[in-house]
């Protein structure tokens, strides 16, 4: 089992959370070109090691949370969210 | 070798077994070879052999950095079937299947290919629908397939959970021909036979870098020395992106899982099918080895991961499954259980292409479907290899495929890798 810290509920199993995916794309603007799109829909870098990924509290606060994790070990170095804004109230809050 | 038939298992019968040679050789990797194929799991061996035996083609290396059949090749629920709907899924697979069902004898060596029929439940109407489409299409390309209604189902299998399933069961979709197969025999069995055919097959031996030269690999850094190939192939599926990353081509449209499987202490003959069910977010297949035990697995553990072990969450969520269909298991003890990384990609299905390497050709995605898929990939991707020109039944099945809208999404899951199960 995975422990993540959720910022808002706290140190939860992983079960309660649905995983997302690679963190890192960056979507191309509405007008890129196919190449691009296909490059961010499609492609991935799949690292063996630490990755940036999205994980989603599904059966808790329903936030979306970025999440810093080992793809070998399952290690967590952070956890945030992913919205720039609930970052900054989070950070308020403390 | 000594060749296995009657006469052979007679007289080592009298000799206390002592005229036997080694299966394959133990070879000193050599610096130059024709065709490398890396790695030595079902699909490496596989593609060794056809290239020796179909396409004649000698001085061929299978790389292997443990011992062959160490990763998803010994890690997999040996399911065997064909019931694939889309061009290019079912005319593959029903080759595959046609060529497991004279495995034995085309190696001489026993895979255990066992025509035990593939049972895959339904539980409602819509699903019997479904199940009926796609069964009528195999059968209009050739491939059996059959609807058993209620009472057939309790006749063959009378010990299902027909009184209080959560998803009553109503039917089900039958494969005659499909069945399972013992997965170290097959690689056994590819090993000594291609060996036979003069590959060497280097254990031991990990890729650590890749040299380009001009646009082509020039030479490969392993753990057992530099090797040189005309022409090299990745049949790594699990690692397709690290040895990717390594020859600078970038990104794939893979993502690495894993998936468990389990084992449970032996008991006497019980279950004669491959039993498979899938509704409500469950996903369940079992099947009884020769052994006894009762081999079964589920769903990916839905995360992305390179870890060969399985994590407790989905222990619970497959053991929920069993006892759903097969409650009289419920008694039954683990005796194991593993978890083999996978190359899912981004619509369920494979690659076997040509890359932008001019001498560097492809083999990976297989998602669950890997083991079934052996014989097929190893002579489809011999072919290529031999051929440079993909047969019409894997001319779609190259990484160009997303830009171009020619997706072979089976499950029609969308570009979520994990979803392809």
Known sequence: MIRIK??????????EFTYGGDASINYPSLDASEAEW????FFRKNIKGFQKETWHHLNGCRMWLEVERSTITHEIKSVKPCHPDLQKLMELKK | MTKFNAWN????????QTGWSRQWRDPEPKSNYNVIIIGGGLHGLATAYYLAKNHNVNKIAVLEKGWIGGGNAGRNTTIIRSNYMMSGSHEFYEHSLKLWENLSHELNYNVMFSQRAHVNLYHSPGAKDSNARRYNTMRLHGTDGELWDLNTLKKNIP???????RFPIIGAAVQRRAGNARHDSAVWGYARAADSLGVDII????VTGITRKNGNIESLQTSRGIMKGNKIGFAVAGNTSLLWQMADLGNLPIESHKLQAFVTEAVKPFLDHVVVYGVGGAHFYISQSDKGSLVFGGDLD?????AQRGNLPMVQDVAEAAMAILPSIGRLRLLRHWAGV????M???????KTPISNLYLNAGWNYGGFKASPASGWYFADLIANEQPHKYIQHHHLKRFEQGINLDERGAGPDPKLHG
């Open chain 1, 6 to 15: 959720c910022p808002y509920c706290g140190e939860r199993d992983h079960s």
């Open chain 1, 38 to 41: 296909t490059e961010a829909i």
């Open chain 2, 9 to 16: 298992v007679f007289k080592n019968g009298l000799n206390g």
């Open chain 2, 159 to 165: 010990h299902l959970n027909y009184n209080d399933a």
């Open chain 2, 203 to 206: 254990q031991n031996c990990e």
């Open chain 2, 302 to 306: 839905w995360y992305k991961s390179y």
């Open chain 2, 342 to 345: 996978m190359d899912m990609s």
């Open chain 2, 347 to 353: 619509d369920g299905t494979f690659f076997i292409c």
